[in-house]
């Protein structure tokens, strides 16, 4: 197929050059002569993925090349859509550049198609095709699109971990046990240790474990902690406050014990801006160019929170948009100062997470699978 139309293209040795009429009459003119179209694979082709396959690669996706006046190196986006759609919310699976063919992994497959709302296990319909474009000149899109089958697995990150909220007049929720309940940070080398430290209101508060449910629950006096495993079971004492201020909270579920001692935080720093980055933001090395800034909570500064869709890679948490002050780890998920967290790149798994960060004492907790 022809669509042809011309674009002038101001060379940048002409603009150093001069900027007098006759040189922009005379500076050459690129015009489009062919646009890239799918020829592999056709449409009514049929994707079963599994993930036992995830890291073998698809069938290869090849497109005719880009034909222009000039010789120019062309660069090329493989996109897909639902079937149907517009491809103003196209998702990527490939780039490349003078290269028309791209090899597309089975979970790179998967994680576009439930990005465009795939249901695991259900064949559903996406539309293909490619875009080219040359520095500075209006992209080409091909005008033929092909439809294809793919029936994705679940894609879901494991995640075999018990979180605890807190819950109480003392917290951020008062005693609503599905209001933005702060959760307990997890120690990334122990599992049955959590720790938070922050700001408390004078009063008291417990710790659950399922948002909206009052079970299972930690309650406890002088060091003790009490579980309430049912609602039928009874309820446990809840933990004071006497006096408002900074505090941290322990659990260790293992010797089923406690601490709470206060924290000083005078002297903390209290950052206007805090973000995550690193390669997991994009993909790519290049993320570690720019952060993704968190929002700061109005109940305790020094809590962060930002919710993100990642890639895998690795990423940690910095202030002011500057290398100055930074905080990493070296255990996926969560961590904690002396308990898996350290000065190292946090490894990231794809997903869409909520994230929590403490500047207090570096801690953070990434809950992955996020909708």
């Keep these: ?55 073998n690669q698809t069938d290869k996706f090849v497109w005719t090349a880009a034909e222009y006046s000039h010789d120019i190196v062309v660069n090329y986006t493989l996109m897909m859509d ?16 003078d290269v028309t063919e791209a090899s597309i992994l089975i979970k790179k497959l998967n994680q576009v198609a439930i990005e465009l709302g795939a249901e695991p296990g259900i064949a559903s319909q996406f539309d293909v095709k490619v875009k080219c474009n040359v520095s500075g000149v209006m992209p080409m899109i091909a005008e033929n699109t092909i439809t294809i089958s793919v029936t994705a697995y679940s894609g879901l990150v494991p995640y075999a971990f018990t979180d605890w909220y807190l819950v109480g007049d003392a917290t951020v929720s008062g005693w609503d046990n599905n209001k933005g309940n702060q ?16 700001y408390f209101n004078a009063g008291y508060f417990k710790a659950i474990s399922n948002l909206g449910s009052w079970a299972p629950m930690y309650g406890g006096a002088d060091g003790s902690l009490v579980y309430r495993g049912t609602d039928a ?51 790519t090395e290049a993320g570690w160019g720019e952060d993704t800034d968190m929002t700061q909570s109005t109940f305790d500064p020094h809590i962060w929170t930002l919710s993100v869709s990642l890639f895998d890679g690795k990423g940690k948490f910095r202030a002011n948009n500057a290398w100055d002050t930074n905080w990493g780890g070296d255990t996926a998920f969560s961590g904690y100062t002396g308990n898996g967290s350290s000065g190292g790149d946090i490894p990231v798994a794809k997903s869409k997470y909520k994230i929590y960060f403490n500047d207090l004492d570096g801690s953070y907790l990434m809950f992955p699978n996020q909708k």
Excluded: H, W
């Design 183 to 198: 959760p307990l940070f997890r120690s990334g080398s122990n599992p049955k240790l959590y720790k938070f430290t922050g």
């Design 233 to 283: 079971d009874a309820d446990p004492a809840s933990f004071n406050i006497a006096t408002a201020g900074y505090y941290t909270f322990s659990m260790d579920l293992q010797n089923k014990t406690y601490t709470l001692t206060p924290y000083n935080a005078l002297a903390a720093n209290v950052y206007s801006t805090i973000g995550f980055i690193g390669s997991s933001r994009t993909g």
């Design 1 to 55: 197929m022809k669509n042809i139309y011309k674009i002038v293209i101001a060379f940048v040795s002409v603009l150093f050059l001069s900027c007098n009429a006759d040189d922009v009459e005379n500076r050459p003119v690129l015009t489009d002569i062919a646009v890239p179209e799918l020829t592999l694979p056709t449409t009514g082709k049929t994707f079963v993925l599994t993930e036992e396959n995830a890291e």
């Design 82 to 97: 639902v079937k149907g759609g517009d491809f103003s919310q196209a998702q990527v699976l490939a780039t490349t550049s």
